[in-house]
Every structure is written in structure tokens, then in C-alpha cells.
């Protein structure tokens, strides 16, 4: 099992940026496919990204294409995500979760979540 821990979350103005960390702990880190997600006052989570555990094939979600990377450091058992020209529609909190199988955009296929850190992007 692994444990998730998100950080680098805060307040910055549309236009900014901000990089979120995900330290990962306990099993191998590097046995798992990452993604990030992301929820929004009354709305469904949602997909952002997702890394496979090699880091070698990424997917992104249509609105944070061209603005957002997904990257990961295995040998620092940590997962990214940079995040530039933010949106006032990217203010959620977001959350890193891990799956020992393919990285999809589906959270149900993720096991194991993080407790989230919010994003607040005023305009």
C-alpha cells in the first residue's frame, strides 16, 4: 500500500502558476501509475492527469492541455504537477491518487488518494 501526501497549493492570480507535489510512501513508488484530480465547490471530481509508472506516457485533460505538465521523480518517490496560466475555473482542491494498474482518466480506477490541497486562482 502506499500512502500520498499533496502539496504546494495556495492563492495566485489568474495568469500565475503554481507546481503541486505528491510524496509518495510505503510500497515502491515506482510500481504505480499516478494521476491528479481535481473538485471544484459542488461538482464531481474531475481528471486532470495522469503519468504511467515509468513517467513515460502522460494524458492530460482537455482544459489544462498546453498549460499543465505532469512529471514524476521516482528516485524521490514524488509526482508533479506544474501548472501555468492559471484559470479562475482551475480553483479546486486537488488531489494525487495511485493505481497498480494502467493510468487512466477514470477515478475509479485509482485505490489509493491523497487528503488533497486547494487552489484558489482569483481574477
Known amino acids: 500500500q502506499v500512502q500520498l501526501v499533496e502539496s504546494g497549493g495556495g492563492l495566485v492570480q489568474a495568469g500565475g502558476s503554481l507546481r503541486l507535489s505528491c510524496a509518495a510512501s510505503g510500497r515502491t513508488f515506482s510500481s504505480y501509475a499516478m494521476g491528479w484530480f481535481r473538485q471544484a465547490p459542488r461538482k464531481e471530481r474531475e481528471f486532470v492527469a495522469c503519468i504511467s509508472w515509468s513517467g513515460g506516457r502522460t494524458t492530460y485533460a482537455d482544459s489544462v492541455k498546453g498549460r499543465f505538465t505532469i512529471s514524476r521523480d521516482n528516485a524521490k518517490n514524488t509526482m508533479y504537477l506544474q501548472m501555468n496560466s492559471l484559470k479562475p475555473e482551475d480553483t479546486a482542491v486537488y488531489y494525487c491518487?495511485?493505481?497498480?494498474?494502467?493510468?487512466?482518466?477514470?477515478?475509479?480506477?485509482?485505490?489509493?488518494w491523497g487528503q488533497g490541497t486547494q487552489v484558489t486562482v482569483s481574477s
Open positions: 491518487a495511485a493505481t497498480d494498474y494502467v493510468a487512466r482518466d477514470n477515478a475509479k480506477d485509482y485505490p489509493y
